[in-house]
T-cell receptor, first 112, second 115 residues
Framework: AQSVSQHNHHVILSEAASLELGCNYSYGGTVNLFWYVQYPGQHLQLLLKYFSGDPLVKGIKGFEAEFIKSKFSFNLRKPSVQWSDTAEYFCAVNTGGFKTIFGAGTRLFVKA | DADVTQTPRNRITKTGKRIMLECSQTKGHDRMYWYRQDPGLGLRLIYYSFDVKDINKGEISDGYSVSRQAQAKFSLSLESAIPNQTALYFC??????????????FGPGTRLTVL
């Protein structure tokens, strides 16, 4: 069965630290990949997406993610986090059908 | 104005009660979805609808039913609520005409507590 794994459930960083959140999926075909962010008390919103082309994609607020097909990975990165990045981050995979599979989420807390 | 709205935003109810959660969208999208979010489990799909005449079960549809009253409205019902249905419920939409496959747009969520 298709699945999405996010390696860290909770991450605590200090401001200005670098961030990398891992995401791996299990599907051998063509995929569309997403990272969504959920700020405290808010709904999910799209952070960035990969459909095709350059495997390094840039999103809002300085986030980027790299698609490595051979590793079935789509890790999210940010060089220097801010307190306002405190949120829960969800990796999601769509294989072209109706269903988008979400990872369990990673809760990021950034200390001011 | 919000593109995807949900009512109510919070609801506390008792075991055995019937509950309806409503979702409306102004994005003109044809696909609509209901998810529940539980800590540590991410989002799980309850039901989805491709248009008014097309309703499909997701991975956790037991105990839930839906109604697509119009392209813009998709309601989720709990016929007889039970405590393990306590969760955060999200409605989402997507557009099949969008070239990029299934980017979803979420509502603000409904926090449901079943006592």
């Amino acid at each position: 069965a298709q699945s999405v794994s996010q390696h860290n459930h909770h991450v605590i960083l200090s401001e200005a630290a670098s961030l990398e959140l891992g995401c791996n999926y299990s599907y051998g075909g063509t995929v569309n990949l997403f990272w969504y962010v959920q700020y405290p008390g808010q709904h999910l919103q799209l952070l960035l997406k990969y459909f095709s082309g350059d495997p390094l994609v840039k999103g809002i607020k300085g986030f980027e993610a790299e698609f490595i097909k051979s590793k079935f990975s789509f890790n999210l990165r940010k060089p220097s986090v801010q307190w306002s990045d405190t949120a829960e981050y969800f990796c999601a995979v769509n294989t072209g059908g109706f269903k988008t599979i979400f990872g369990a989420g990673t809760r990021l807390f950034v200390k001011a | 104005d919000a593109d995807v709205t949900q009512t109510p935003r919070n609801r506390i109810t008792k075991t055995g009660k019937r509950i309806m959660l409503e979702c409306s969208q102004t994005k003109g999208h044809d696909r609509m979805y209901w998810y529940r979010q539980d800590p540590g489990l991410g989002l799980r799909l309850i039901y989805y609808s491709f248009d008014v005449k097309d309703i499909n079960k997701g991975e956790i549809s037991d105990g839930y039913s839906v109604s697509r009253q119009a392209q813009a409205k998709f309601s989720l019902s709990l016929e007889s609520a039970i405590p393990n249905q306590t969760a955060l419920y999200f409605c989402a939409t997507s557009d099949t005409s969008f070239a990029g496959w299934n980017e979803q747009f979420f509502g603000p969520g409904t926090r449901l507590t079943v006592l």
